[in-house]
């Protein structure tokens, strides 16, 4: 598991910069939550990758929240993410197939957009 390499091992180091730009900042004014995500290579529930996309203090790190409890916890198979972080998949339907799965705060997990990705351009 530790092995894994992940597309989205990629868009997470991407999301470190954008949040310390000045739109991650206001992202992070804005939002004021933090997001456990799960990243499964190709099951969700196995293998998972957890990394915490922290929108109160405009961080990203891999490993499980050790804060306390996110705001919301969201499971994914790694493409499903990839697709949901660049637009091409709208959250709700990945909600409604099952490619996302949520624990914690729903009004939390709505906060959770593509707008909080980089733009694919920087990708």
């Known amino acids: 598991m530790a092995n894994t390499v992940l597309k989205s091992d990629n868009l997470f180091e991407m999301m470190k910069g954008h949040l310390a730009s000045d739109a991650g900042k206001e992202l992070t004014k804005k939002i004021g939550l933090v997001y456990q995500i799960n990243i499964a290579p190709k099951k969700i529930g196995i293998d998972e990758v957890s990394y915490v996309v922290d929108l109160k203090n405009g961080e990203v790190t891999k490993g499980k929240y050790e804060g306390g409890k996110p705001d919301a ?3 994914f198979k790694d493409d499903d993410f990839i697709k949901v972080a660049t637009g091409k998949m709208n959250p ?3 909600f409604m197939r099952g490619a996302m ?4 705060s729903l009004s939390a997990a709505q906060k959770f957009t593509p707008d909080i990705f980089p733009k694919p351009a920087k990708m």
Request: proline share 0%; hydrophobic share 50%; glycine share 10%.
């Open 92 to 94: 709700q339907i990945a």
């Open 73 to 75: 916890i969201f499971s």
């Open 101 to 104: 799965k949520i624990k914690g």
